[in-house]
């Protein structure tokens, strides 16, 4: 590994290629770097956590671990999917240390692309999406592949937030009838 | 200088020391005169300089050193063990506690202990002054007493009717010689002085002080008093005295370490000194000998390799040499210091030499080992031994086994470095030196006769002045020979004399040393009496004591019964000595301590294999599953008609599986059950902490309270131990502080002054239960009634309703008791709520139960083990949940008309009482099978310990051992999940944290009663 980092090292930055994980939601195309990808699985039993996040789809047993599953769409404010797939996409990715799954509605390739081709994020919405969980744009065969900041996705204080804000609102309502 | 590859062992032992000796002191407080307790904190604070200064830790060993010197006077019976004295010991424990953190958190000594040491000098030094004045006996009368004891023993000697017991009051009377020479030895003039006068004086008592275990504990004792204790550890070689006194103490100091190294002490004073060397010298060697096996090959690779590997070996040789000049200078032995000096000199001139590409002659590397080994000739087992691997030249080994040849000189090894390393020295200069430093052994020949008779005793076999003769006579027939003559000429005419009687003196020895192998009784009394006869016999030598006083013999009788007591100490540490007194005998097991087989194992690799067995109990689970589904499936073959002949065959294998899984389950149960063992400790630990902690907190509340521990030796998985440690310390505190009134309430309520708590621990079932009881004012249930109808939890005819136990349970509410409002009356209640949910985390439970102005009993209920616990899978809708075991008081099948609604919360009466019911599909938002014309429902009676509830769910699926497994942390925040599991179906199955949901039913319920207040409030206002 660190040979290949330092070989690595020795090329131009720029032209250092890099090699992301494509998946899909809806009609746009997401990336996320190779090495943090753990596996894809397809088809895990999902056991529902009560008054967790909304986007919290639940835990999964991956071999003994209890894995937490986010809907990637949810977590991303995304359109809300119209048809239900049979089976869904989950990318299992470490992030620093906590492994986490995501719910995509599928997984493309791998896509190769250079460091240099990389463009900070741009000012608007990019699909709907808030710019502070784009890392950066990448056009690959005239589409364009949007990397994703996973670190920021998984931002725990954030997460919180959002999910006390779920837990009132739940309170809220049961309180109300 | 630290040396960082023992730090990690010193801290692991230290802290076993340190934890020994609070107790001891702690105890020693009530019972200030029990020499066996003074002894074991003795043994610790040594056992922690021992090693400090092995590992080269300096403000540890000063510290300890001091601490061991002011336990040395209490040890002694010239101190008592005031509280003050206590004090400041603990403060001193708590020092090096602290050095001790510090050096495992930073790998350096951080904390200052100059406060401490002067502290514990000023203790030292304190009541030695007011003796001198009280006493205030000219010297002249001391000396005069000195030689009436001296007479009476050898009144005594001439004694026919000896035996063993009068012996041992002999022994008892040379202690009194001895402390009368201590309490003399004020100060350093007076013991130059004193010194002087008794070289003036007739030669008993010239002999008297030479007689080394005295001399030795007066020396010890006196180093105190000088400059500073520090100087042990002066690393530059210069304990330069101003003083002539004191550098005449350290000479015979060093002069004498045969009775330093004594294999077996004399009487129970003396012994605490000789101990204390001993260990030392133990380690002295220890390192010694590896070093010197480092430096023996590190000389045969010299003259091998070429010149730059040759800088690198010498370079090396330097850093050994530099750590036992180190050690060296520590023990005192000021020449072996000056040679290392020297030869490291000699290494750096030959480096130098080889860096400007000359040859250097390095056969002194050779020279010097030699000598070496002639001092220590112990090394010559690790050189033999060393002689297989590496070339050693032969000769080495002849020169160790000339100047070895005696078998006596053997065994007293260690006791020769002193004059061997003078001789070896091989300068003129030094031989005048030791001449000077021969001042106090030149008397010697008198006292080998007057001491003679202690060396009946088995306790007290080699005295150090025959170890010096025996050095002359092997000196003879060894290498230095020559360096000999000259000594033994310069020597006075004593010295002849002394060479005269050495021969009788021998066998006396021998035959000792022959006695001591066999049974001390049968020494006692046969072997004994010869011993005797040989001594009177050599006695006659010596005309200068032949005075009778039998008032000796009677001060002797009165001090028996104290000796016998003593002697127990005697025979407990004998043991621990001997394996350096003869290196062939059998290593004998110290009686003291009892040695538990034990490794230490990284905690990780522990939980690494919980985990791994916690898989296995998933894995189980599976199967178990498998097995239903298979009998499901033979089932299912039966109504499709498969025939007969075939089904059988389905059925033997469904049986034999079953049968398998069986087996793995057993298997696995026991394996779970011994690394769940694995991971017990004892209480004790834990225990151990408290008496502390009360002495403390007692003494700030200006209160009488005695701690009883109970079932300290049950055992408790560690994690969990560390987990209630500070729950438990908040509860005495609180016991304490709030509990235990004061001794003059306690009189007048008609208790007694002193307060009791008692902490009791013990197994019921797969838990653990701490009680931790006072006899205190108890709680005061109409405060906590003012105080919940203050803050609106209930009305006045609500708690009026109430038990007495359910009240006391608010206590434990957050935000219920406030230390203000609480504490200064009906006490407890401060932070008990954080008290409470620390043991909730471990799954436990709490419950107070008080009577007041009688008592008040904590009553914690904690599982065993965290990793794996028994539950019950409960399902709602198509979700399982598991609800730990612990919690589950009962399950409950109730009929729908059972339940009724109260202040919209649905409850149900339950033999009398009122239950709250909540719905799990309610609380989760979950969607549940059940359908609205279902008359039954399943219901979980849920206890916390303080409150009980009932879950209603839609089925209730089985018992099971489940493994906790953490959940990501977000998930943990406002829920009601302590983790998750998976079960046989290889789904998640999450575990309800009871704790947390009936905290969140009940901030429900508050929000609600807040909620129609405010409502009830707005209708008014609006109307």
Redesign the interface.
Known sequence: MTDNYSVKDNLSKKEQLIQMVGFKIDNETFGVDILMVQEIIRAA?I???????EF?E????LR?????VIDLRKRLNLQPNNYKQDTDWILILDISG?I?GFIVDWVTDVIKIQENNIDPPPEILVAGLQSQYIRGVCEVEGALLILLDFTRILL?DE??KL??AA?DS??NT??QH | MIDLSLLEDFVMGAGESLEEMETALLTLESTPNDIELLNTIFRAIHTIKGAAQFVGLEKVSVLSHASEDLLDLLREGKRQATSDIVNVLIQAKDRISTLVSDLERTQTENTEVDDLVQMLHVHLAEPKAVQNTTEATPEEDLLSSFLEDETATNNFLNDETDDDKTLESFLEDDTELNSFLLDESNDDTEIDSFLIEIDDEDETLESFLTDDTELDSFLLETKPHEDNASFLLDTDNSTTNDDSADALLFDTDEKDPPLSTTPQSNDAFTLPIEEHDQELFEIFVLQLREKFVLLNNNAVQLETSYSQKKNDLLTDAIETLESLKFSANYMAYEKLTYFYENWIEHILTAQKKLSLNNEAPLSFMRENLRQLQTIFPQLKADIISAKASSETDISVNNTVEVSNTDSVNEISLPFDDKEDDDDLSGENAFIEELLTQNKTPKSTPAPIIEKTPEKITPETTPAPVNTNKNDFETRNSSVESELFHKLSLALDASVVEQAIISEPINDVFSALLDSTEKQQKEIKNTKAKDLILDVKSLKEVNANVETVSPAAVTIASTKQATIKEKAPVIEKTTPQKSPLKNKTAAPEIPAKKVFKKSIRVDADKIDSLMNQVGELIVDRAYFFQLVTEISELQQYLKVTGLAQKDLKLIRTFAYRFSEAILALGRTSNALQESVMKVRMLPMTQLFNRFPRLVHDVANTNHKKVSLKVLGEETELDKMIIEEIADPLMHMIRNAIGHGIEPPEERLKAGKSETGNIVLEAYHESNHIVIEITDDGRGIDIERIKDKAEKIDLFTREELDRMSNNDLTRFIMMPGFSTAKEISSTSGRGVGMDVVKKNIEKLNGTIDVESKKGIETKMRLKIPLTLAIIPALIVKVGADSFTIPLANVEETLRVQYNDISIMEETEVMYLRGKTVPIFRLATLFSLKSNERADDKEFFVVIVNTGTQKIGLMVDSLVGQDEVVIKPLADYLYEQNCFSGATIIGDGRVSLIIDIYELIAMTTTKQINKHHRQEKNSLELFIDE
Do not use: A, L, Y
């Open positions: 039993s056991t529902t956590v009560p008054n967790s996040p919290v639940g835990v999964i047993n003994g671990s209890i894995i937490p906590r986490t725990v997460m919180k999910k006390s837990f739940e309170q049961t309180d």
